[in-house]
């Protein structure tokens, strides 16, 4: 039930992410054709393309058209390229879903342990050296932007010490840089909501009794504070992970990563709006999913949220 | 202005004054020398005349970064204020609009904000064309949902106020409240938000423009500088140092200063903490234990750094016997029992003796403490954990401390849940505690201490959050549980009458002593007149209820400001002048200068 609920919304707001990106096309002020040919292209170029396009008849039919088409993955060629979008966004969309799948998954171990650990360093007060020092470090890390995290290791790691390939994506080697400069902000941030949310869970009764039970200091945290913990940071938290994929787009740029990301950036900026309009849907849908999983995660992880169980 | 000593609003506010100050004086002192072109010196590295090198029309790099703080400090201004004004009336709606609309509008503003915002931006940005129109708008446009989900958040707490809804109940419309309440109630946090949003949008332009889709030339920005410079640095890395900087100092600046700021105003005024910790000496050196007491507190002390709430509390509670705590919030008598179980939270530290079976308290293994001292929390609905099955919460006690096996450690489970009289143990011990109502998971509580061989059982408050006819059946159970097992019991509450109902014997605590011990069945004849007192406040279905219920005037001293004398004399009728000066020692249960005649 708890997860036909999750799955209904998940899919309304996948189809509504699909009508975002047909709607915008038709959102652009003027002519998108003759944006996308330049004003100096002859009329009848023009005229042409719109046809092809469809863009010259009904709008409810263009909905249609782009609706049906959209289904089996078809968004449609390239304006510029005059690929189709999908072979497109196939061929790119492997390399961005590696970094970013990387990225989460060690923001997340890293961010877990250490936010436990900090919290219970520095619970009811105490250590207060150790709790100036992680909240300045990751108060910094949490402000500085990807990009130019990427720049400084790419000019120190890359070019002054030469120790890793400065761009590309060529085996793990090349994915160190791009993954750190992704991962530092989302993961200074949920390291301090994971530690403001097992802060929270130690001055709870239910800690303190499993404190009057003397369990070992491993149970306790891992087996009563764990699951609650990380039950508030999702809530609060899971948010972050889907900004992991803005993020993307910059250091995908930056170390030329085989990705979506620079497609897309090159999409926008030669008003390829068949291509963009690609992008929008699959970022969009994987923005949703990434929301779909953590509130999965959150299902599984909070027995509230469960349906009760019989007898 | 205190909190604007902490390091990270300190270091903000100082980058962003050098970021205002060039935005100043750049254009004036470098606008020329940025734009100079050198067709000799292009695309140059490091040299003397050039610090940071030259671009590919020969034009110098620090110039151009410095000249072009303006331009990226005012496309960021734009930024922001579309942001704001967009924003705020977004998330101000809900609590303006009927209930359905505001639903709609919650949800979409919900919706957004999944949706990241760079790619918002570029998005935007493609609608309203590449260019430092288009990024302006599409950065503004980005941050809208986040603004709005924020101001949101914030107009709820207010609108959910006390003093809102009497302003409601006086006919204010809803505009009204927004506007005369709402709004000059979240102004502070929003204006520092806003004042961090200004630092993210210097970010995403910069990142835009880093991207090629803000900034165009012959424009240039800090943003539009590192796009031209990235491809070069693998060769001279220093070329991009300039552009790289200014946005690291500048955006973080702005985004440190607001985000801490706010930070800071939006945490409660909390309790001074962490002092040095003071241990007093201890009292009155090793005493002969009464070798047959489960329990047996000794000139017990607690203190917080420099505040004492517990003075020297001395009693002893016999094997089977119930003792009973009584006294008003913040007598100490809830640190009292925090600090026998050895539990007393940081920076808290007892001082004096505490023995349990005639051993301190700190010299007991572990294992014992486990599964010997039984402890029952206040409040049932905090002291289960929700994640995990009720059973398994019995089930660890035995595991962790008897070596039983895990299926051994369920049965023994859904056993002594079935001894604490949960109908079906066995199903019950499979529910999470959300399942349970409040009287069941106090018994599930008891049914836990019950895990091990408890010989004492110590009870804070067990029934102050339950309803009335739950209250009455957990005390029986408590009782029977001491009358079965022979444990002992130490029950805490305010309530005299549920403690004298079913304690032998009564402990009266007042700012953080014991001022009376006596059995239960002698409080009509106690001595000390804050006793009598209690007695007099506390009804039963013998009072008369025409008569208005006997109240002490005063309030109980706190910790900090307990008086040399005896700490009740203010509010004592029978005080005497020596009740001010001197603190009268307990003799014989009773500590007081002019008891009441017995």
């Given amino acids: ?311 | 202005m205190r909190r604007m000593r902490t390091p990270s609003a300190l270091a903000g506010l100082s980058l962003v004054l050098l970021t205002l100050v060039f935005a100043v004086i750049g254009p004036w002192l470098w606008g020329e020398e940025a734009v100079r072109f050198d067709p000799l010196h292009t695309l140059e590295g490091h040299s003397s005349a050039h610090l940071l090198g030259t671009d590919d029309g020969g034009r110098d790099l620090l110039a151009r970064t410095l000249a072009a703080t303006r331009q990226s400090v005012w496309l960021a201004l734009l930024a922001t204020l579309i942001t704001t004004a967009v924003g705020v009336p977004l998330g101000a709606l809900p609590s303006v609009l009927g209930p359905r609309a505001a639903r709609f509008t919650a949800g979409l503003i919900d919706s957004l904000v999944a949706f990241p915002v760079l790619l918002l931006a570029m998005f935007a940005a493609l609608l309203a064309g590449a260019g430092a129109r288009g990024a302006v708008v599409g950065i503004g446009a980005a941050a809208v949902p986040g603004l709005a989900r924020l101001t949101r958040t914030l107009a709820d707490t207010v609108a959910t106020s006390d003093y809102v809804a009497a302003a409601r109940v006086l006919g204010a419309g809803r505009a009204a409240v927004l506007v005369r309440h709402v709004l000059p109630n979240i102004a502070e946090p929003l204006i520092l938000t806003v004042t961090a949003n200004l630092g993210y949008a210097l970010l995403g332009l910069a990142t835009l423009s880093l991207l090629g889709l803000g900034v165009q030339p012959p424009d240039y920005d800090w943003g539009r500088l590192l796009h031209d410079t990235l491809p070069r640095v693998y060769v001279d890395p220093e070329v991009v140092a300039g552009p790289a900087l200014a946005v690291a100092i500048a955006g973080t600046g702005f985004a440190l200063l607001g985000e801490s700021l706010a930070r800071a105003s939006a945490r409660a005024p909390s309790a001074p903490r962490g002092e040095p910790r003071t241990v007093l000496p201890p009292g009155c050196g090793p005493l002969p234990a009464a070798p047959d007491a489960v329990l047996e507190a000794r000139d017990l002390t607690v203190s917080f750094g420099g505040v004492t709430p517990v003075r020297g509390v001395s009693f002893s509670v016999a094997p089977g016997e119930l003792v009973g705590i009584v006294g008003e919030s913040g007598s100490g008598k809830s640190l009292t029992a925090l600090a026998v179980g050895g539990l007393l939270p940081h920076p808290g530290t007892a001082s004096g003796h505490v023995l349990l079976g005639g051993r301190p308290l700190e010299e007991v293994p572990r294992r014992e403490l486990g599964t010997r001292l039984a402890m029952v929390f206040q409040d049932p609905m905090a002291a289960l954990n929700p994640a995990l099955r009720v059973g398994s919460q019995l089930a660890e006690v035995a595991t962790t401390h008897l070596g039983a096996s895990r299926r051994e450690a369920w049965r023994r489970a859904a056993d002594r849940l079935g001894r604490v009289r949960l109908p079906d143990p066995e199903a019950q011990a499979r529910r999470y505690p959300h399942e349970f109502s409040g009287g069941m998971r106090q018994r599930a509580v008891i049914a836990m201490g019950l895990m091990g061989e408890p010989e004492l059982i110590v009870a804070d408050e067990p029934t102050t959050a339950l309803d009335v006819t739950v209250q009455k059946r957990v005390l029986e159970l408590l009782a029977e549980v001491n009358e079965t097992t022979g444990a002992a019991g130490l029950l805490i509450s305010h309530d005299l009458a549920v403690v004298s109902r079913h304690c032998g014997r009564v402990l009266v605590m007042y700012a953080g002593r014991i001022v009376e011990e006596l059995p239960s069945s002698e409080l009509r004849r106690a001595r000390h007149p804050y006793t009598r007192a209690l007695v007099a406040s506390s009804p039963d279905l013998k009072t008369d209820r025409s008569l208005p219920l006997a109240t002490i005037p005063g309030r109980q001293p706190a910790p900090a400001e307990v008086p040399d004398g005896c700490a009740f004399a203010p509010r004592c009728a029978r005080a005497l002048e020596r009740c001010r000066t001197d603190r009268p020692e307990p003799t014989a249960g009773l500590a007081c200068w002019n008891p009441e005649d017995a």
């Fill in chain 1, 1 to 311: 039930m708890f997860l036909l609920r999750r799955a209904f919304r998940f899919v309304l707001s996948l189809v509504l992410v699909v009508l975002a990106s047909f709607a915008m096309l038709h959102l652009i002020p003027g002519d998108p054709v003759r944006a996308a040919l330049g004003p100096t292209a002859p009329r009848e170029a023009v005229e042409q393309r719109r046809a092809e396009l469809g863009l010259d008849r009904p709008w409810p039919e263009q909905l249609r058209t782009y609706l049906e088409k959209a289904a089996t993955g078809d968004f449609g060629e390239s304006f510029l390229s005059r690929q189709p979008a999908g072979q497109v966004i196939g061929d790119r969309f492997p390399a961005t879903l590696q970094l970013v799948v990387v990225t989460m998954v060690l923001a997340l171990l890293v961010a877990v342990p250490l936010g436990m650990a900090m919290a219970a360093r520095t619970h009811g007060g105490r250590g207060r050296r150790s709790e100036l020092a992680f909240t300045s470090v990751t108060g910094g890390l949490s402000v500085i932007p990807e990009f130019l995290l990427a720049v400084a290791m790419i000019a120190l790691f890359g070019v002054v010490l030469r120790w890793l390939p400065v761009a590309g994506k060529d085996g793990a080697a090349s994915f160190v840089m791009p993954v750190l400069a992704l991962a530092a902000g989302p993961t200074a941030l949920l390291a301090r909501l994971v530690r403001m949310e097992t802060l929270r869970e130690l001055s709870s009764d239910y800690v303190r009794l499993a404190r009057a039970k003397r369990l070992p200091a491993v149970r306790l945290y891992l087996v009563h504070l764990l699951p609650n913990a990380l039950t508030a940071t999702l809530t609060t938290g899971g948010l972050l992970l889907t900004s992991l994929l803005g993020g993307s787009v910059v250091v995908e740029y930056v170390f030329q990563w085989p990705g979506l990301g620079g497609t897309t950036v090159e999409a926008i900026a030669g008003k390829d709006y068949a291509l963009a309009q690609a992008a929008v849907a699959v970022y969009g849908a994987v923005s949703l999913t990434v929301v779909f999983l953590v509130d999965v995660a959150l299902g599984l992880l909070d027995p509230r949220s469960r349906p009760r169980m019989l007898g």
